[in-house]
């Protein structure tokens, strides 16, 4: 009862007209921002970070929070429409959004979209209240040697991105690996692979890597007119998804809700890991493995659900231990601070009023964001039937814009036309982008984990083995890695048997 | 789709190749004190295995939707793009992005009035809305004088 008692308190709070004012202004930032490639929600809360000084704490916060998830819900369009995710944790909604958007079935996925990142924010809010300072603790427990194992999982799952060939899969992952070990190595201070040049000195970013490889790699490929000029033309087909729509999509809404509470609650974790997370974590579950990649709702339901579910979950670690699990949170620490208030232990018992409000907000905020999103779907689809000849400048208008907008650094143009190449080769000769992307997002996780836990355990490997948690995460990835060689002789005999049966129904039908 | 694997298998065979040269030159360190040469040296090794593996072992040609873009029109495209990278700070964000977008919608084969109307409106659009609302630092260029 305390947990509502205290709800109840926020909520009258959230509601006063201020507050709902600034938690609608900071959904339609947020929404608009997501949907501008580059600028993602941490620089807009940089940027915004001065105003709110003059701003009612709580006012403030909300806001802040609703740039947060709001952007969430936005990042996803410009992925499904132009190929272009407009924030970090959209970039796998363009595997299977943007196919659907060349199939007619913008609409649909926009609406999932929508609606998964709705129904994942309810869930994160919720397990936000309900096991919030619990998860916070457990998440105390993980150090360099959980970290270290929580990324092999990653990169394992990695191989389940790569589409047909799980080999071309592993190469694009070791590439990412490499590519993110450029920059100045974080616990010598020796430069690697920066080759005199100072802006590789903090390594390469992962929004240009990722606007090049997706959305200047598919210009590139198909810029010229010709077949897929004829598919974006295609007739548009409802605007929202169907009852088939959301059977298909159920378990991967349930599923991408929890992977992206879960990662998105530790520190380090984020939207964007878990959204990769929950994308490959659906494609290992599927039974037609192959249908990702093609334009299946299950593919934008999972990362959007995660990615929305791990903007709500980065709150527990910053409301209840007052650590700043990823960029945007650090940003909301920030703020926090500036308002003389300190984020730790010690806010859920000095400021409830606050924190609840924020709470109750996220509900609020959610369904202002679903209210105004829905609507948009109709007008946004459109932009579909625009020419793919005037349709190409503007992607590529947006890609140079938004590479450039992450530091205001020309350097990231010039890595935005290389990995653009390399996008378009990647086409050409079977790989996947998308394994190479998460490899970078993991890569300096990985190694600086890898090294603290040798540096900590003086050189001793059991260490990954003898912690319990490290030990159970290593163990789930090798049953990954070996559990389809194990069940393969079950399924086949599984098979076999539908087969049989099939056949014995068929020939008992009339007219067989 | 093998023999193209056998290409990139050997251009990626030559990239391990030289990430391992340059990893070698980096403190490798020991295992209770690792360097920052050990990382891109063990990844070069795995790089180097995968790569002998694709040019060794068969794969299974990828689903290919679209015909290929002709390879001349794709250095075309970058060779302007290249071009805007060098002029994007002497000749400013404005101008050089009328000049990208009026390329591409050029070999896009648009109308001269679609051209024009398009890469300005773009061009002015995106940096009124970047520099001026949201306090993107675009280098103005000859705008400026």
Known sequence: MDILDHFLLGLSHALSWTNLLFCFIGAVLGTTIGMLPGLGPAAAIALLLPATYAMPPTAAIIMLAGIYYGAMYGGSTSSILLNVPGESASVVTCLDGYRMARQGRAGVALGMSAFASFIAGAFGTAGLMLVGPPLADFSLRFGAAEYFSLAVLGLVLVTYLGGASVLKGLIMAVLGLLFGTVGIDPISAYQRFTFGVLSLSDGIDFVPVAMGLFGLGE?????????????????????????????????????????GFFVGALPGGGATIASFVAYALE????????????????GVAAPEAANNSAATSAFIPLFTLGIP???????????????????????????????????????????????????????????????????????????????YSVNTDVANIWILIAFGALGYAARRLGFEAAPLILALVLGPLMENSLRQALLYSQGDLSIFIT????????????????GPTLMRPWRMRKSRAVRGEEEAKRSFEPGS | ??????????????????????????????????????????????????STLLIVLPTQAAAESDPPAPL???????????????????????????????????????????????????????????AKVLGVALPPGLLMV
Not at chain 1, 364 to 386: A, K, T
Not at chain 2, 24 to 40: N, V, Y
């Open chain 2, 72 to 130: 001349p029109d794709v250095v075309k495209m970058l060779a302007a793009l290249c071009l805007y990278a060098l002029a994007f700070e002497p000749v400013g964000y404005p101008l050089s992005t009328v000049g990208l977008l009026a390329f591409i919608l050029y070999e896009n084969k648009q109308t001269i009035a679609v051209i024009l109307g398009l890469s300005i409106g773009l061009s002015a659009a995106t940096y009124y809305t970047f």
């Open chain 2, 1 to 50: 789709m093998t023999q193209l694997d056998r290409y990139s298998g050997g251009a990626l065979l030559a990239v391990a190749l030289a990430v391992l040269i340059g990893a070698a030159h980096m403190p490798i360190g020991t295992p209770s004190d690792p360097g920052p040469g050990l990382f891109p040296f063990v990844g070069a090794i795995l790089l180097g295995i995968l």
């Open chain 1, 219 to 259: 210009i590139l490929a198909t810029r010229t007119e010709g077949k897929s000029q004829q598919i974006l033309e295609a007739r548009l087909t409802g605007l929202l998804p169907t009852a088939r729509d959301w059977i298909a999509a159920r378990w991967a809404l349930v599923r991408g809700s929890f992977v």
């Open chain 1, 467 to 482: 912690r319990p948690i490290s030990g159970a995460l290593l163990l789930a990835a090798l049953a990954i890695l070996v």
């Open chain 1, 283 to 298: 494609k290992r579950l599927s039974r037609r493995p192959e249908t990702f990649g093609t334009g299946i709702i299950e």
């Open chain 1, 325 to 403: 699990s990823n960029p945007v949170t650090a940003m909301i620490f920030a703020a926090l601070l500036l308002q003389g208030l300190r984020p730790g232990p010690l806010l859920f018992k000095d400021n409830p009023d606050l924190v609840w409000a924020v709470i109750a907000s996220m509900y609020i905020g959610n369904v202002i964001l679903l209210i105004i999103n829905l609507p948009l779907i109709g007008v946004l689809v459109q932009l579909l039937r625009v020419p793919y000849g005037i349709l190409a400048p503007i992607i590529v208008a947006f890609c140079l814009i938004g590479a």
